[in-house]
Nanobody, 128 residues
Framework: VQLQASGGGLVQPGGSLRLSCVGS????????IGWFRQAPGKGREGVSS????????YYLDSVKGRLTISRDNVKNTVYLQMNSLEPEDTAVYYC??????????????????????WGKGTQVTVSS
């Protein structure tokens, strides 16, 4: 599967963006999909994921209530709706297919391996 992420841009604090991750070469229906971000000078951070087995969704604590992950199987697309954006959300956002995600010992996990497919990133900048 190949992925193409888009939808980033410059937005003021409190604004909204919707990121899209379009799949090609294979349907995304059965894949667990994750959104990651990397801010300047920081490591990659998992933001949200959606399970391919049961559609369960998971979020980083700092984005809960503001970001929503969803999938449209007809369009072969996974979305990340981002509301009430904060300057701390500024980063390059990446989507990935073929991750492992769920809850273990009460903690959310999102794991990638050499088989994970990555899309090119899309820049999100939150600034006034």
């Amino acid at each position: 599967v190949q992925l193409q992420a888009s939808g980033g841009g410059l937005v003021q604090p409190g604004g909204s963006l919707r990121l899209s991750c379009v799949g090609s070469g294979s349907t995304l229906d059965n894949y667990s999909i994750g959104w990651f971000r990397q801010a300047p000078g920081k490591g990659r951070e998992g933001v949200s994921s959606i399970s391919g087995s049961d559609g369960s969704t998971y979020y980083l604590d700092s984005v809960k209530g503001r970001l929503t992950i969803s999938r449209d199987n007809v369009k072969n697309t996974v979305y990340l709706q981002m509301n009430s954006l904060e300057p701390e959300d500024t980063a390059v956002y990446y989507c990935a297919a073929g991750i492992q995600t769920g809850i273990a010992d009460g903690n959310w996990y999102m794991l990638t391996d050499e088989m994970t497919a990555w899309g090119k990133g899309t820049q999100v900048t939150v600034s006034s």
